[in-house]
């Protein structure tokens, strides 16, 4: 709220400023220091219409008004608050998932027509990431804040164990046997995908798409079992998500963890329809290393789902 009333006393010229607004003495506002005299000003103009109009997606407007939507309609969903007055919530939580639905796939449409294409800024605008692709960053900044989401709920659901007088016995619920080769298999899909990002760099583009289906496959039959999984223990143990601390916690993790797997799955879908478009290069295969960096972010936390939830 602090901020919404600056912003809206600083938009009506109520608050006097100046270049320096904060009398800060650090080079970048120091006229001089950070970039000499006349630099900028010799420097082209990388704003201009020119260097941005095949960036014409509104994509990422629609998936943000997307996940807006859904949160909203979680917030208010009566299972969610126990309320039922705010039942109302539900309509809205499944229109923000067809609202995200459309936006990813037409995301991915707009990528195959080049609409995302915008051109490198000059060496000055990109410091201090230089030579860092800023698709790449962009992914690490992702999975640092999924490092945080997975971080806090595995720390959480370790605090409820520490605390709990009871707690099921490992393999009395959770089959090691099944939890040990869905393992494997996801292991598995890492060496596979990291397989597709070497076909790609030497130009394969039948290597990028046999080994980009096998991840597939591999990923697919990692939800497959996990699906058998849960319906035998729905339905012939009795363990649902409100059997307690023991199944609200394994259900709502590793659900999380499945829904990461099947965003993985379309991501994979798109790589394949994208290289047999012929757009998967050489020169041109950024799409396979960042799907690699976050498949494999996907196996890391499977690995310390595997132990907590099955051997412990």
Known sequence: MLFLANLLIAASGKIPSNSNPWHAITPEWVPGVFAPAGLLESMPNTSSSSAHHQHTSQRPLSLAAGAAVTLTGLALSSWKLGLPFLGIGNPFFFAGLALVAWSVIGWAHDDLLGKFK????????????ISFPKMKLGVWTFLASEVLVFG??????????AFSETWPAPGSIHSITIGTINTIVLLSSSLTALLALRAARNGNVRGVLSWIGITFALGSTFLAVKGFEWYDL??????????????????????????HVFAGLMV???????ALAGKITRENHQVVELFGL???????????????????
């Open 152 to 161: 806090s709920i595995l720390s959480s659901y370790l605090y409820v164990r």
């Open 294 to 312: 976050y498949w494999s972010f996907v196996d890391i936390v499977w690995i310390f789902i595997f132990p907590l939830f099955y051997l412990m």
């Open 234 to 259: 729905t339905y012939n143990l009795k363990f649902t998500p409100q059997s307690g601390l023991p199944g609200s916690t394994y259900f709502f993790i590793v659900g999380l963890h499945g829904a």
């Open 118 to 129: 915008v051109p490198d800024e000059e060496r000055g605008e990109r410091w201090p990431s």
């Open 268 to 274: 994979m879908l798109y790589i394949l329809r994208k």
